[in-house]
C-alpha cells in the first residue's frame, strides 16, 4: 500500500470512529438519555446543558464529515478537541478513576489523528509566504 493510500485509509479509519462516537454522544445528549444526563450533573453541570451539547456533536459530525468547507472543518475539530479537553479535566477534578478519564483521552487520540492526517482538500490553504 502506498504512503497515500496508508494516510488516507488512517484519516477515514479515524474520522469514522469520531464520527461514530460523537454521533452516539450527541444523540444520547439531545434526548435525553438518564445516564448521560446523571453523568452530567454529577459533574456538577446542569442537566440542560446536555442538549447543547448534543447539537454541538451533531454540527460537529456533519462538519468534518462534509465536503469542502475547510475553515467550518477548523471550528469543528476545535470545538471537538474543547469539548474531550473539558470532558478530561472535569473528571479529574472530580475525583474520578481512569475508567472516566480514559475515554475523552482516547477519543482525543482519534480526534488528532483525523486531524493530522486529513487530505489537503480538507485543509485551509496556507498562507503566502512573505
Same mark, same amino acid.
Given at each position: 500500500? %502506498?504512503?497515500?493510500?496508508?494516510?488516507?485509509f488512517? *484519516?477515514w479509519? #479515524? +474520522?469514522?470512529l &469520531?464520527?461514530l462516537g /460523537? +454521533?452516539?454522544?450527541?444523540v444520547?445528549?439531545?434526548?435525553?438519555?438518564?445516564d448521560?444526563i446523571?453523568?452530567?450533573t454529577?459533574?456538577?453541570y446542569? #442537566?440542560y446543558?446536555? @442538549? /447543547?451539547?448534543? !447539537?454541538a456533536?451533531? &454540527?460537529?459530525? #456533519? #462538519?468534518?464529515?462534509?465536503?469542502?468547507?475547510?475553515r467550518?472543518?477548523?471550528?469543528a475539530y476545535?470545538g =471537538? +478537541? =474543547?469539548?474531550?479537553?473539558g %470532558?478530561t *479535566?472535569?473528571?479529574v477534578?472530580?475525583?474520578?478513576?481512569?475508567?472516566? =478519564?480514559? $475515554? $475523552?483521552?482516547?477519543f &482525543?487520540? !482519534? %480526534?488528532?489523528?483525523s *486531524?493530522?492526517?486529513?487530505?489537503?482538500s @480538507?485543509? &485551509? $490553504?496556507?498562507?503566502?509566504?512573505?
Open positions: 500500500m %502506498a504512503d497515500d493510500k496508508r494516510r488516507n488512517g *484519516y479509519l #479515524a +474520522t469514522a &469520531l464520527a /460523537f +454521533t452516539a454522544g450527541g444520547m445528549d439531545l434526548i435525553g438519555n438518564p448521560m446523571k453523568q452530567l454529577d459533574l456538577g446542569p #442537566a446543558l446536555a @442538549r /447543547f451539547l448534543g !447539537v456533536k451533531l &454540527l460537529a459530525v #456533519a #462538519a468534518i464529515l462534509a465536503p469542502r468547507f475547510p467550518l472543518k477548523e471550528w476545535a =471537538i +478537541t =474543547i469539548d474531550l479537553v %470532558a *479535566y472535569s473528571h477534578a472530580h475525583g474520578d478513576g481512569a475508567d472516566k =478519564i480514559m $475515554p $475523552p483521552l482516547v &482525543l487520540f !482519534v %480526534a488528532a489523528a *486531524y493530522l492526517l486529513r487530505p489537503g @480538507r485543509k &485551509l $490553504p496556507s498562507a503566502p509566504k512573505d
